[in-house]
């Protein structure tokens, strides 16, 4: 089992940048395909980002067109999300998964774990 926890969230003005992070407990998480997700008020949760478990493969949705990069460091049990260039439409809870799977999913009933999201806001 995998416990993750979001942190970096919080208020950003359009433009600025803000990096998330997601801690994951257990020995494996070196073995999990990690997920960003993210749900903004009155829409559905949709898919962000997601990279291989050995760092070597990524997906982007359409929508992050070069702004966010996802990253994670086995070492360190973290996954992360760089975003960059935020805009009023990026505001949204943020949430990280793990997926045991072996290729990249960008479905989120697709995985396994879940952390209980970190909100982004961006003001204009």
């Known amino acids: 089992q995998v416990q993750l926890v979001e942190s970096g969230g919080g208020l950003v003005q359009a433009g600025g940048s803000l990096r998330l992070s997601c801690a994951a407990s257990?020995?494996?998480?070196?073995?999990?395909?990690m997920g960003w997700f993210r749900q903004a008020p009155g829409k559905e949760r949709e898919f962000v980002a997601a990279i291989g478990w050995t760092a070597y493969t990524t997906n982007y949705a359409p929508f992050v067109k070069g702004r966010f990069t996802i990253s994670r460091d086995n070492a360190k049990n973290t996954v992360y999300l760089q975003m960059n260039s935020l805009t009023r439409e990026d505001t949204a809870i943020y949430y990280c998964a793990a997926d045991r799977s072996t290729i990249l999913r960008t479905t989120d009933y697709e995985y396994d774990y879940w952390g209980q999201g970190t909100q982004v806001t961006v003001s204009s």
């Open positions: 257990g020995r494996t998480f070196s073995s999990y395909n």
